[in-house]
């Protein structure tokens, strides 16, 4: 019996309505659209704006695309892992909820937690869970809500972040197909330049942390900026090698999208075509978790079967690290 691969075989994806323009931030701060696009590439980010409705919301959205596309029943998916920054509720999962109203009443399901490369961690985790051969239908789904916790007077981080949800189904192939290498990294360093102070058990909520602004997204964007063009850059240079790929053999790059230039610097890195390095960016910001499967999403019609795709991602805490995977349909 040949060996198992964990491959992708269905995307699906959703960003909300409301479109958060330059044009519209500059009467919110003290920014403008040449500055914004200049420095992060992005033009408009997506915000979902429907009172009583959270991350689950774009995340059943992103599932039931996915599902139609796919013709799939959800009483066959076996395991539904949400990648997300921005649950809901602080204790019940938001992956059980999404899992129950897609109608996956057969799976299991939790939340994986890892800033912006929670959805790269999620995919070496179906991976395993398919590889593993207890599982043939993993659901992944990076979803965030960055409007719920971003302070829309703070210029630094107010230019930057978007809602959206993407989807992708992973699946046994016997071909040698899908995941075939990953290095990921964490260090802890980065908890003091990229989080949210209250909210958490050091700093529950209270009358002063809200007066202080503590439950919002604090970045000190140098230092991010500096760790994550030499993290995804290095990650994505040493797949290539570990696996004897040269740039040539190299179809697709799908970077993180929170910053046009950390991405620029990853290709360079790599040394790969910008014909080959898909870039969103500037129509939806960074959606943390959605960045890689909105990616997918709105590029999935380029893709070849035998395709090689390199991801790379960084976040906070700090998480990064890039998988190669063959695109199977």
């Keep these: 019996m040949n060996k198992i691969t964990a491959a992708i075989t269905a ?10 323009s330059n044009q519209v931030l500059e009467t919110l701060v003290d920014t403008n659209d040449e500055w914004i696009t200049s420095r992060t590439g992005i033009k408009e980010r997506r915000l979902l704006k429907l009172d009583g409705e959270g ?8 599932a039931q695309n996915l599902l139609e ?33 897609i109608g996956a009443t057969n799976a299991f399901a939790y939340d994986l937690q890892a800033a912006c490369s929670s959805f790269l961690f999620g995919m070496s985790t179906a991976s395993a869970y398919i590889q593993s051969g207890k599982y043939k239908k993993v659901l992944l789904i990076g979803a965030d809500k960055m ?36 290095i990921l990294k964490s260090d802890g360093i980065g908890r003091e330049f990229l989080k949210i102070e209250a909210g958490g058990s050091i700093l529950p909520p209270s ?4 007066k202080n602004k503590q439950h919002f997204v604090f970045q000190d964007g140098k230092t ?8 995804m850059a290095d ?39 910008e014909s080959k390095v898909l870039v969103n960016i ?12 909105l990616v997918l999403a709105d590029f999935e019609d380029k893709f070849k079967k035998g395709d090689n795709l390199i991801f790379a991602a960084f976040g906070g805490g700090f998480t990064w690290g890039s998988i190669y995977l063959k695109w199977a349909y």
């Design 55 to 62: 991350t689950s919301y774009l995340a059943i959205k992103a």
């Design 235 to 273: 990650v994505s240079e040493k797949i290539m090698q570990r696996n004897n790929l040269s740039h040539d053999d190299v179809n697709w790059l799908i970077a993180h999208q929170a910053n046009k230039r950390i991405i620029d610097a990853t290709a360079s890195r790599m040394n790969v075509d």
């Design 224 to 231: 991010v900026f500096k760790h994550a063009v030499s993290g």
């Design 282 to 293: 500037h129509r939806y910001g960074n959606t943390t978790s959605a960045t890689l499967p």
């Design 207 to 210: 009358e002063e942390t809200i």
């Design 11 to 20: 995307i699906g994806s959703y960003v909300p309505e409301y479109v958060l």
């Design 147 to 182: 409007s719920s916790i971003i302070d829309y007077t703070d210029r630094a981080t107010c230019i930057i972040f978007g809602d959206g949800a993407g989807a992708a189904l992973f699946e046994p192939n016997y071909e040698g197909l899908g995941v075939q290498d990953e």
């Design 69 to 101: 596309k796919a013709k799939l029943d959800p009483k066959e998916i076996d395991l539904v892992i949400m990648a997300t920054t921005t649950p809901d509720l602080p204790v019940a999962a938001t992956g059980v909820y999404v899992a129950s109203q």
